[in-house]
Every structure is written in C-alpha cells, then in structure tokens.
C-alpha cells in the first residue's frame, strides 16, 4: 500500500513563506504525476499545482508567480514552495500521488491534509 506523509503547515504573517513537503513510501514502481490541492472553509476543494516526473508544473491562476512546486524523484518527494502568502491561500492543503505500484497496479492517493494559516 502507498502511503502519503505531509508535512510543513503551520501559522504564517500575510507576506511570508511556508514549505510543504509530502512523501510517498510503500510498494511504488514509478511516480507519473505529483500535485497539491486545497480546501478552504466553505469553499470546494480545488487544483495548485502539479507536476509531472519529468519535471513539467502547472499552477492555479491565483497562485502562479507566488508559489513553486518541485519533487525530489529518488526520495518520492513533491514540495510546495509558497511566498507572498495572502490571507485568502488559508486552507488544507492536500498532495496528491499518481503512479504504478510493484503489481504493476495504477494508484492515485492522497495526503491525509495540513492546514495552513495566513493571518496578522
């Protein structure tokens, strides 16, 4: 089975910077695709970032030019550099893993979330 571990949330001033990490352990062949999520209260769940193995990000218009994301292949990493955090980016923040596990079975799992807080 394919684990998620999320680290890296916390309380920040609006203006600062968090890094989220989340690694993927278990039964794992290869990693397609990494990417984070995020729900924030009374609000749907929606897309940040993704990134591919090969290296190849896409981001939600609100946060393109503040946050990065990068993974780390040989430690099935994915993180989520954020800068200039804006009170309205509070939220969970959930990673997101797709891939083939070692029974050559396709997987796509999630991080049990970290909540994140933009407030002076």
Do not use: H
């Not at 916390?10 to 989340?22: D, I, K």
């Not at 990134?51 to 946060?63: E, F």
């Not at 804006?86 to 979330?113: H, I, M, S």
Request: with cysteine; aromatic share 8%; hydrophobic share 30%.
């Amino acid at each position: 089975q394919v684990q998620l571990v999320e680290s890296g949330g916390g309380l920040v001033q609006p203006g600062g910077s968090l890094r989220l990490s989340c690694a993927a352990s278990g039964s794992i062949d290869r990693i397609v695709g990494m990417g984070w999520s995020r729900q924030a209260p009374e609000k749907q769940r929606g897309l940040v970032a993704s990134i591919t193995s090969g290296g190849t990000a896409d981001y939600a218009d609100s946060v393109k030019g503040r946050f990065t994301i990068s993974r780390d292949n040989a430690k099935n990493t994915v993180y989520l550099q954020m800068s200039s955090l804006k009170p309205e980016d509070t939220a969970v923040y959930y990673c997101n893993v797709r891939g083939y596990g070692n029974n050559l079975k396709p997987f796509d799992n999630w991080g049990q979330g970290t909540q994140v807080t933009v407030s002076s």
